[in-house]
């Protein structure tokens, strides 16, 4: 079985600042993980993605998570938050043959000016 | 990149009525796609998976009489929500992949609201 915890509903942080969203995972298999980022009604947008490669993970948008067993973390981060990151974001784990994908609850970030 | 067109992005019907709800993968052949359902401030929860060509799989507690799916194509999936309730009011995405561990799409959901 695999679940995904993200630790904070709603973060909260100023433009220009660092962005940090905790995300904690278990699964009985060599994971695959995710990041995802959801606008107002909208879909969910790939930000990034872990498949046993490197442990630190590059995306879109400055975005960058790190993968790390020992802790079962996958932290996102970002030096410089944008007003326009604004938005949901979805940590997501599957099985190893990737087919079913399990949401963390997301964390809520606000961008202040 | 690949393209998940649903359709339609919100749809408001009466208690009783069913309303259909299409996944459309535009420039990919979709072999798998995946129906969710999100609360509002709540995360993605897995309705279905649906195969082309063959009967969707449905997660625990989600009525297939009342969630009908359907994978005829390639390229499309529906959705159907038959005689509609209020509580079935939500925000439906799917997604949809090219085959094993290809990345997943999603669409861009579809609001449904029963009144």
């Known amino acids: 079985a695999q679940s995904v915890t993200q630790l904070d509903s709603h973060v909260s942080v100023s433009e220009g600042t660092p962005v940090l969203l905790r995300c904690n995972y278990s699964?009985?298999?060599?994971?695959?993980l995710f990041w995802y980022v959801q606008h107002p009604n909208k879909g969910l947008q790939l930000l990034l993605k872990y498949t046993s490669a490197a442990t630190l993970v590059k995306g879109i948008n400055g975005f960058e998570a790190e993968f790390k067993k020992s802790e079962t973390s996958f932290h996102l981060t970002k030096p410089s938050a944008h007003m326009s990151d604004a938005a949901e974001y979805f940590c997501v784990v599957s099985e190893a043959a990737g087919n079913k994908l399990t949401f963390g609850g997301g964390t809520r970030v606000l961008v202040k000016p | 990149g690949a393209v998940v067109s649903q359709h339609p992005s919100w749809v408001i019907c009466k208690s009783g009525t069913s309303v259909k709800i299409e996944c459309r993968s535009l420039d990919f052949q979709a072999t798998t796609m995946f129906w969710y359902r999100q609360f509002p401030k709540q995360s993605l929860m897995l309705m279905a998976t649906?195969?082309?060509?063959?009967?969707?799989?449905?997660e625990q507690g989600v009525e297939k009489d009342k969630f009908l799916i359907n994978h005829a194509s390639l390229t499309l999936s529906t959705l159907t929500v038959t005689s509609a309730h209020p509580e079935d009011s939500s925000f439906y995405i799917c997604?949809?992949?090219?085959?094993?561990?290809?990345?997943?799409?999603f669409g861009n959901g579809t609001r449904l609201t029963v009144t």
């Open positions: 699964s009985s298999y060599s994971p695959s």
């Open positions: 649906s195969n082309e060509g063959s009967k969707a799989t449905y």
């Open positions: 997604s949809a992949r090219s085959y094993g561990n290809s990345p997943l799409h």
